[in-house]
């Protein structure tokens, strides 16, 4: 069996979709804002829905995020787990592909604690990177790429044409 490669998968979520008047509306606000990004930001694997009001991919992790928050319209906002760590596919003959392995287990505990650390006491906090490895240089890592997520991101506001 060959190695599986580390990479940084991004689990995302639409922000309240549950209380969104149209959740298709919804659905497509984020999916034109992956085709919007798509010529600045490189992936390995592109965003794809997964279940529910999720999506998935293996992106430029922190432009994508960053760019994504600030390409959605002012009603619309979504959430990101990053991880790290290595990936694979598992088989299946229901999808196309299921992902598996550390890299997707850190990405869901980020998306998790991200949502923790907004309810508790962080309202602007949409993102958060987590590296499962317990060494100080995952610690570093972890530190460095948290303190960047920290800083809110304000939501572009359409230009008014003159």
Do not use: Y
Not at 72 to 89: A, K, Q, V, W, Y
């Amino acid at each position: 069996m060959s190695p599986t490669p580390t990479v940084v998968p991004v689990i995302m979520d639409i922000v309240g979709s549950r209380s969104h008047d149209d959740r298709e509306a919804s659905q497509r606000t984020i999916e034109s804002a992956f085709t919007d990004i798509a010529s600045h930001v490189t992936a390995l694997e592109d965003w794809e829905a997964t279940v529910g009001d999720e999506f998935q991919a293996v992106p430029d992790a922190l432009r994508a995020t960053l760019m994504l928050r600030l390409a959605l319209p002012e009603d619309s906002d979504c959430r990101f787990g990053i991880g790290f760590g290595t990936n694979r596919s598992v088989a299946s003959q229901s999808t196309a592909r299921i992902q598996d392995g550390p890299g997707w287990w850190a990405a869901r505990a980020a998306i998790d604690e991200a949502r923790r650390r907004e309810k508790a006491r962080n309202p602007a906090l949409r993102s958060w990177f987590r590296d499962p490895a317990e060494d100080a240089g995952a610690r570093s890592r972890a530190a460095t790429i948290n303190s960047c997520l920290l800083v809110p991101v304000v939501p572009r506001h359409p230009v008014p044409e003159k």
